[in-house]
């Protein structure tokens, strides 16, 4: 008929499933789909080559709508679905046959539609060619409950530009009911990278942004940030980010928003602030040591500030001098990030608790930093910080004396009482804490290597 595009192609040019990963770690999980109304569809009989299921070998899962729970072949999962996307690991290289199939009939008036259901999806593409992201968006009327596409590559999640051939990805659909997606038939149309651009403007203009980069040896995440932006609002728009799926191991940013039906955003931006505190934490299951990093060359020569505040440990990190901040994983981590010029830095921030932080670096060999806390009171404190080895012999005190609330980082150049360099071994700070209203007594350990 004229004026249809009708999609036609060979159902057999391709014998096996293309760009397969193998390996059988968490790098080498990818979303695969099949294009084609496969015979016998079963996942059994499309894997067949690998034998029976067995979790050390191989694995295929797909994830439901909250974005954490998994469905698993032979736990929920049986059967390879167009339109869909399915988590595939394989230990050693295998060809997988895709048997007999027949293609999905589709014209540009009668596209493949997949279904989306509120929260995040799992799609795979139900062509065998590639389709520009952006001519899905257009060829839908640009929804603004359609989120960014999620891609998954070589361990780690990133916004998407194409929906692939044999692939998929994430979609959240941040409608109250289901939405029919439809895939164009033609795909010829120009792509355009529809992500959310990072707005990198000084921080005395309208919109600004700073994306957040979360890494450790084994994973990164670079899919979270905040700022401020002339049409944003305080809770959920299009200027946000939701916390992508988990996949086993994983590292997060998550900025709490209980207002809204997905409550942890990895991107927060919200309306233009002469002032303003971001709370986050960080979240993994990895044991590893943990590097938060951001870009700030682009703020600006002006008297805004960012600073960093790790509240567990009661640390500022001034984010203009610095780039980095690195801690131990394997549990969340609050953080606050104030905003605004030094008078409402002083007066925001402000020691919650007595800490005796973690020295840094440690281990060291010549210099070390002590960072301590001391909440604002009516009087003074008196504060004895002294060093002590191992075995209970005093070594240094590196203040007797009194102070008031606030931050301080106490320097120690390894000098012992006598003048000499403190040996290789394991030390004890010792903070002692009185004023008026109570005394506190804190230890911490460290290594001179």
Same mark, same amino acid.
């Given at each position: 008929?004229e004026?249809?595009?009708?999609?036609?192609?060979p159902?057999?040019? #391709?014998?096996?499933?293309?760009?397969?990963?193998?390996?059988?770690?968490?790098?080498?999980?990818?979303?695969i789909?099949?294009?084609?109304? %496969?015979t016998?569809n079963?996942?059994?009989?499309? /894997?067949?080559? *690998?034998g029976?299921?067995?979790?050390t070998?191989?694995r *295929?899962?797909?994830?439901?709508?909250d974005?954490?729970?998994?469905?698993?072949?032979?736990?929920?999962?049986?059967?390879?679905?167009?339109?869909?996307?399915?988590w595939l690991n394989?230990?050693e290289?295998?060809?997988?046959?895709i048997?007999?199939?027949?293609a999905?009939?589709n014209?540009?008036d009668?596209p493949?539609?997949?279904?989306?259901?509120?929260?995040?999806?799992?799609?795979?593409?139900?062509y065998?060619?590639d389709?520009?992201?952006s001519t899905?968006v257009?060829?839908?009327?640009?929804?603004?409950?359609?989120?960014i596409?999620? #891609? !998954?590559?070589?361990?780690?999640f990133?916004?998407g530009s194409t929906?692939?051939?044999?692939?998929?990805g994430?979609?959240r659909?941040?409608?109250?009911?289901?939405?029919?997606?439809r +895939?164009?038939?033609?795909a010829?149309a120009?792509?355009?990278?529809?992500v959310?651009?990072?707005?990198?403007?000084?921080l005395?203009?309208?919109?600004w942004? %700073?994306?957040? /980069?979360?890494?450790?040896?084994s994973?990164?995440?670079?899919?979270?940030?905040?700022?401020?932006?002339?049409?944003?609002?305080l809770s959920?728009?299009r200027?946000d980010d939701i916390?992508?799926?988990?996949? /086993?191991?994983?590292?997060e940013?998550n !900025?709490?928003h209980p207002e809204?039906?997905?409550?942890?955003?990895?991107?927060?931006?919200i309306p233009?602030n002469?002032?303003y505190v971001?709370? /986050?934490?960080?979240a993994?299951?990895?044991?590893?040591t943990?590097?938060?990093?951001?870009?700030n060359h682009y703020?600006?020569?002006?008297t805004l500030?960012?600073?960093?505040?790790?509240?567990?440990?009661?640390?500022?990190?001034?984010?203009?001098?610095?780039?980095?901040?690195? !801690?131990?994983g =394997?549990d969340?981590r609050?953080?606050?990030?104030y905003?605004?010029?030094?008078?409402?830095?002083?007066r925001?921030?402000?020691p919650?608790?007595?800490?005796l932080?973690?020295?840094?670096p440690?281990?060291f060999s010549?210099?070390?930093?002590?960072?301590?806390?001391?909440?604002?009171?009516?009087?003074?404190?008196?504060?004895n910080?002294s060093?002590?080895?191992?075995?209970?012999?005093k070594?240094q005190?590196?203040?007797?004396g009194?102070?008031?609330?606030g931050?301080y980082? +106490?320097?120690?150049?390894?000098?012992?009482?006598?003048g000499?360099a403190? =040996?290789r071994g394991?030390? %004890? #700070?010792?903070l002692?804490?009185?004023?008026?209203?109570f005394?506190?007594?804190?230890?911490?350990?460290?290594?001179i290597?």
């Amino acid at each position: 008929m004229e004026g249809q595009i009708h999609l036609r192609f060979p159902a057999d040019d #391709i014998e096996s499933i293309p760009n397969l990963i193998f390996g059988g770690t968490q790098n080498s999980y990818q979303v695969i789909s099949l294009p084609y109304n %496969v015979t016998d569809n079963t996942i059994g009989s499309i /894997f067949d080559e *690998l034998g029976g299921f067995d979790k050390t070998r191989w694995r *295929l899962l797909r994830h439901r709508s909250d974005g954490v729970s998994l469905d698993e072949f032979t736990q929920g999962l049986t059967r390879i679905e167009p339109g869909f996307g399915y988590w595939l690991n394989i230990k050693e290289q295998t060809t997988i046959e895709i048997g007999q199939r027949n293609a999905v009939r589709n014209t540009q008036d009668d596209p493949f539609a997949i279904p989306l259901v509120p929260g995040w999806n799992q799609i795979g593409n139900p062509y065998p060619f590639d389709v520009p992201w952006s001519t899905i968006v257009d060829f839908n009327q640009s929804p603004d409950e359609l989120g960014i596409f999620k #891609i !998954f590559n070589n361990g780690d999640f990133d916004n998407g530009s194409t929906l692939k051939s044999y692939g998929g990805g994430f979609v959240r659909w941040e409608g109250e009911s289901n939405f029919e997606l439809r +895939i164009p038939v033609d795909a010829g149309a120009p792509n355009r990278r529809l992500v959310n651009k990072v707005n990198t403007n000084s921080l005395d203009e309208a919109d600004w942004e %700073v994306q957040l /980069f979360l890494s450790s040896n084994s994973l990164k995440n670079e899919m979270s940030g905040f700022g401020m932006h002339s049409e944003a609002n305080l809770s959920k728009d299009r200027y946000d980010d939701i916390v992508v799926p988990r996949l /086993f191991n994983y590292l997060e940013v998550n !900025f709490s928003h209980p207002e809204y039906k997905a409550p942890k955003f990895s991107k927060d931006i919200i309306p233009l602030n002469e002032e303003y505190v971001w709370a /986050f934490e960080t979240a993994t299951n990895l044991k590893e040591t943990i590097t938060l990093s951001w870009e700030n060359h682009y703020w600006g020569d002006n008297t805004l500030e960012l600073m960093l505040l790790d509240r567990k440990e009661q640390k500022i990190i001034n984010m203009r001098d610095q780039t980095t901040y690195s !801690f131990h994983g =394997s549990d969340s981590r609050l953080f606050n990030i104030y905003f605004g010029n030094e008078d409402f830095i002083d007066r925001a921030l402000k020691p919650q608790w007595v800490t005796l932080g973690t020295n840094f670096p440690n281990p060291f060999s010549d210099h070390t930093i002590i960072p301590i806390t001391l909440p604002h009171a009516e009087s003074d404190y008196q504060i004895n910080l002294s060093i002590y080895h191992i075995s209970g012999q005093k070594i240094q005190t590196l203040v007797d004396g009194k102070l008031t609330g606030g931050f301080y980082q +106490i320097p120690w150049d390894v000098k012992t009482l006598k003048g000499v360099a403190a =040996s290789r071994g394991i030390y %004890v #700070i010792k903070l002692e804490v009185k004023n008026q209203e109570f005394s506190q007594r804190l230890t911490q350990r460290m290594l001179i290597k």
